[in-house]
């Protein structure tokens, strides 16, 4: 049998730091929890969390492939739905799929964000 498998943190692709920071820390709330470069020029990696969820962010060529998709379980996806809506961010009104119970976003990189509940 293979080792017990632990967390999964995604790395998504992104090609400006102002815009990642405004959509993943002003918008939807994540916490930077460390940065790294190699140089004060070199792109950027940095590990952002929200909860128990942790994404990694990279501007590296080849670290990944814009345009992914990841599935983040939250409590209530309707009441996260409403509290992004009522933040009127300029560049995101997600919308409610009441069949997977869930509200999906689209980065400014093309990543998709698919938040979700599980019904009870």
């Excluded at 993943?24 to 792109?43: A, G, I, K, N, V």
């Excluded at 670290?63 to 996806?77: H, K, L, M, N, Q």
Aim: overall charge negative; hydrophobic content about 40%; proline content about 5%.
């Amino acid at each position: 049998m293979i080792t017990a498998m632990k967390r999964t943190v995604p790395i998504l692709r992104i090609f400006d730091e102002a815009k990642a920071r405004e959509f993943y820390l002003d918008f939807l709330e994540f916490t930077c929890d460390w940065e790294h470069r190699f140089e004060p020029d070199m792109p950027l990696y940095m590990q952002i969390s929200n909860g128990d969820c942790l994404i990694h962010l990279s501007e590296h060529y080849g670290d990944c492939t814009p345009g992914s998709a990841v599935r983040i379980e939250v409590e209530d996806a309707r009441a996260l739905q409403q509290h992004l809506l009522s933040k009127t961010f300029k560049f995101a009104r997600p919308g409610f799929d009441e069949e997977w119970n869930q509200v999906k976003l689209t980065d400014p990189f093309g990543n998709r964000l698919h938040f979700y509940s599980v019904k009870s």
